[in-house]
């Protein structure tokens, strides 16, 4: 493996640019991946409340048919442990990476959220509560 050195135009390593790239792919990878697990834990759901209703009218229930309802709930509910724990680890590694990038670059998503601000206040000549509002805004 070769690792090749050359600077970009702003003077930033290629191999950081590629790393940074790396982990932006990844993070979305990863969020691809957990809205996936989201949705098929929804349908799993959904299919185990079809089931419950469909054998609420069956009168006899073998002790196996109780176990496996049981089992499927347990199921339901590791999935959901699963999906809580996977998107705590997305937010923790975001955190880690806009930390590296403060760094790395001594900026953050706040300061260039700042930085936008005050530009399109100067450009509109707007109070900062105005431009803000207009930022925030849904509309």
Known sequence: MVLELSMSHQNIPDITVDKYEETVE???NCRSFYLNRKKA???FKQSLNEHSEKNVGIG????LSTAMDKLREEMASLV????????QLMTLNETIEEI??????GVSKDSVAESIDGVDRRETNMPQSMSTIS?????
């Open 100 to 105: 590296k990038t403060k760094r790395l670059y």
């Open 80 to 87: 959901d442990q699963d999906l809580s724990l996977m998107k």
């Open 41 to 43: 834990s929804e349908d």
């Open 135 to 139: 930022l925030n805004s849904d509309h």
């Open 60 to 63: 006899k229930r073998t002790s």
């Open 26 to 28: 990844l993070q979305n």
